[in-house]
Every structure is written in C-alpha cells, then in structure tokens.
Nanobody
Framework: QVQLVESGGGLVQAGGSLRVSCAASGRTFSSYVMAWFRQAPGKEREFVAAIRGSGGNTYYTDAVKGRFTIFRDNAKNTVYLQMNSLRPEDTGVYYC??????????????????WGQGTQVTVSS
C-alpha cells in the first residue's frame, strides 16, 4: 500500500512559478512510476507529467513542455513538479499518482494504482 500526500499548491499570478510536492509512504517508492495529473472545474482529469523510477525517463503533455519539470528524490520518497511561466489555463487541482514500474501507458489514469488527495493551483491573469 502506498499513501501519497501533496503539498505546495496556492495562488500565483500569470508568469509566476510554483513547486508542488508529493510525499509517498512505502519502501518501494524508487520502483514506482510517479505522475502528476490535473483537473480543472468541469473538465476531465488530464495527464501533466510522469517520471520512471530511476528518474531517467520523463514524459510531459505538450501544453507544459518547456515550462514544467518533474523530478524525484528517491531518498526522500518525494516527487516534485516545478511549474514556471504559469498560465491561467494551468489552474486546477493537481493530483499525484503512483503506478507499477511496468506500466506502458504512463499518460492514462487507469495505469495508476495510488492517488493523493490533490492540491489546488490557481493562476490569476
């Protein structure tokens, strides 16, 4: 069983930066694929970024490439999402997710077994 707790959300002006964190329980954190999804009001949950256990492979949705960076610290059982040049359309609840190391479709929510409670990110124009 893995428990995920997000933190670091908040209100920021467009063009600003924010870092959200996800602390995980469990001894096998380093093997999990970790991802961030987000959900805006009235919209479906969408993939933002993912990172494999070793940290070598990262994946991003096109809308955040060049602005967001996902990285992890396996010694701290924590995954981060650094968000720069934020836009109002980045507003939403950001969820952390953990999946088994063999998942192939890292962009699909169904591939992840564990989810955090979410943290709100609001970008004002």
């Amino acid at each position: 069983q893995v428990q995920l707790v997000e933190s670091g959300g908040g209100l920021v002006q467009a063009g600003g930066s924010l870092r959200v964190s996800c602390a995980a329980s469990g001894r096998t954190f380093s093997s999990y694929v970790m991802a961030w999804f987000r959900q805006a009001p009235g919209k479906e949950r969408e993939f933002v970024a993912a990172i494999r256990g070793s940290g070598g492979n990262t994946y991003y949705t096109d809308a955040v490439k060049g602005r967001f960076t996902i990285f992890r610290d396996n010694a701290k059982n924590t995954v981060y999402l650094q968000m720069n040049s934020l836009r109002p359309e980045d507003t939403g609840v950001y969820y952390c997710a953990a999946g088994e190391p063999f998942i192939t479709s890292v962009r699909q929510p169904r591939g992840y077994n564990y989810w955090g409670q979410g943290t709100q990110v609001t970008v004002s124009s």
